[in-house]
């Protein structure tokens, strides 16, 4: 067997896996807001780079820093290995 079909087999793999989490955390959350007595509190967060700009939303100000630090580390990566 080829080195790149193996790859191709674990990245199959793990796009079915993550689908497969995303598919159970929705479930697990739509079983738990059926009981109506709990209150669940939905909070987003995350970063988006658009090339070499971050843009960071829903963090406090301690994870907010950690998130524009992991940007910037993003970017430097991307500089360091794009040509």
């Keep these: 067997m080829q080195i790149s079909g193996l ?3 674990i990245g199959l793999l793990l796009v079915a896996i993550g689908i497969l989490a995303i ?9 738990q807001s059926d009981q109506g007595n709990t209150e669940i509190q939905r909070k987003s967060k995350g970063i988006i780079l ?19 630090i992991v940007g ?9 290995f794009r040509g």
């Design 7 to 9: 790859f191709d087999i």
């Design 23 to 31: 598919l159970l955390g929705v479930a697990r959350m739509m079983r």
């Design 50 to 68: 658009l090339g070499p700009i971050p843009i960071v939303w829903g963090y406090g100000k301690k994870g907010w820093a950690v998130a524009i």
């Design 72 to 80: 910037i580390m993003l970017i430097l990566v991307w500089l360091v």
